[in-house]
């Protein structure tokens, strides 16, 4: 422990106020952790600190920055969201010195007692901000044993704590907002091209049937040898493309009146996957999809089978030399957000904006309306569609479907 702090607390404690209001300045969450993460060490001498947080309500903890620990323990290292240590520390509102506590450390449930251990940690601060757990920091015995933090360290810590808390919860919501405004401007701009390319589509596909039937009765006059035969069959396999992108492109406009119903969406997705596996298993794509059977939700199974549909055949067409494709499933308030993820090339930021709008594709033989019809299949279900992507990172599709409440 540093000597300054016990010898000068004023100097100390205004030290950290000062930094606890600019806290809450930060509003970009990588920063936020790393400054935490270094003020801990800073202000307090912790050389071994872990910021854990989950991502929604169900969501496991998860360390989101960290310093100075084994970086093969780091990884992978999460707290169940409702297991004991989570209640305790949501239930006491007050750091858990573990030495000081044998009772709740034999409380908590094994597998928790065995995770501290491998970090290492002699305490555990909660993060709470609007009475709720956000997550909670554990610190880490440095080197030369577990740092003594006497009564007014405590203090220290558990105002910063708050703050900690506080400043992520501000950081998540201005997140939240930007996405939302975001997200209001694309419905805005897709609902303008969805009617252009619904009247568009309509325009285009009686001629189209004229023309198709027309040339279908040219085809008789000529037997299947004929090279004009040939010829024939070219325009009407060309005319059905047409249609099928005609097709595709009214039901992003216009989509299907959904048959709602309760479905299980593991089902959904096995049916979906069913569809793709051998194609998956030949370009050497893993496929695992662990979701609760129990998740279902309110939707109209074909369109949804499409949606998973689309958004799987993406993600295999940005393999095309084998990776991972991982599907899971979260339940959320009323909602339930399934997510989509793969080990492709990602997507460069300036397609990240366009992917929804028709047309839009980087492929030779892409129709751009994969991701357009999704989208207007999700609008439907009065769900959310959202694409995660960095270059070089892989990209995630989440989808977020009502909840069934039958059971
Ligand atoms: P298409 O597949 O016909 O190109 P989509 O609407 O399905 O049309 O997708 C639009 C574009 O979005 C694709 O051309 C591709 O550039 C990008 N994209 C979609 N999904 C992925 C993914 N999983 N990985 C990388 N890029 C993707
Ligand atoms: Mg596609």
Request: aromatic share 6%.
């Amino acid at each position: 422990m540093k000597k300054h702090r016990s010898q000068r607390p004023d100097e100390y404690r205004q030290l950290i106020q000062e930094f606890t209001r600019s806290l809450t300045l930060i509003v970009d969450e990588e920063q936020l952790r790393s400054s935490i993460s270094a003020k801990l060490r800073d202000f307090f001498g912790l050389e071994r600190v872990a910021i854990f947080l989950r991502e929604g309500d169900g969501a496991p903890f998860r360390i989101v920055a960290e310093r100075g620990m084994d970086p093969e323990i780091v990884r992978n290292v999460t707290f169940p969201s409702n297991g004991r240590l989570a209640r305790w520390l949501k239930v006491n509102e007050e750091p858990l010195l573990l030495d000081e506590n044998p009772g709740v450390v034999a409380f908590l449930d094994a597998q928790e007692r065995d995770t501290l251990t491998r970090l290492d940690a002699f305490a555990c601060f909660p993060l709470v901000a609007l009475n709720q757990l956000k997550g909670f920091l554990t610190l880490g015995r440095s080197d030369t044993g577990a740092p003594q933090l006497d009564q007014g360290d405590r203090e220290l810590l558990s105002l910063f704590s708050g703050q900690a808390a506080l400043a992520f919860e501000n950081a998540a919501l201005l997140r939240e907002q930007r996405s939302r405004l975001k997200r209001l401007y694309r419905a805005e701009r897709l609902a303008t091209a969805g009617e252009m390319a619904a009247g568009a589509a309509h325009e285009i596909r009686n001629p189209l049937t004229s023309i198709r039937s027309a040339i279908q009765h040219l085809r008789t006059d000529y037997d299947d040898e004929s090279p004009r035969a040939e010829l024939i069959d070219d325009i009407l396999a060309e005319v059905d493309r047409i249609n099928g992108i005609v097709g595709a492109l009214l039901s992003f406009a216009r989509p299907a009146e959904p048959r709602f119903e309760s479905v299980p969406l593991a089902e959904l997705v096995r049916m979906a996957i069913a569809l793709v596996d051998a194609q998956a298993q030949t370009q050497g794509i893993a496929v695992s999809a662990e979701i609760a059977e129990d998740i279902s939700v309110e939707a109209d199974p074909n369109l949804i089978k499409q949606v998973v549909l689309n958004v799987v055949m993406n993600a295999m067409q940005a393999m095309p030399n084998g990776g991972e494709l991982t599907i899971s499933a979260l339940p959320l308030a009323g909602f339930a957000e399934l997510r989509m993820g793969d080990s492709g090339p990602g997507i460069p930021s300036e397609d990240r904006e366009r992917l929804f709008d028709p047309f839009f594709t980087t492929k030779k033989e892409g129709t751009g309306l994969g991701l357009s019809v999704c989208y207007g299949i999700v609008q439907r279900h009065g769900g959310e569609i959202e694409v995660e992507s960095e270059t070089g990172q892989g990209t995630v599709v989440r989808i977020r479907l009502p909840r069934s409440t039958a059971p």
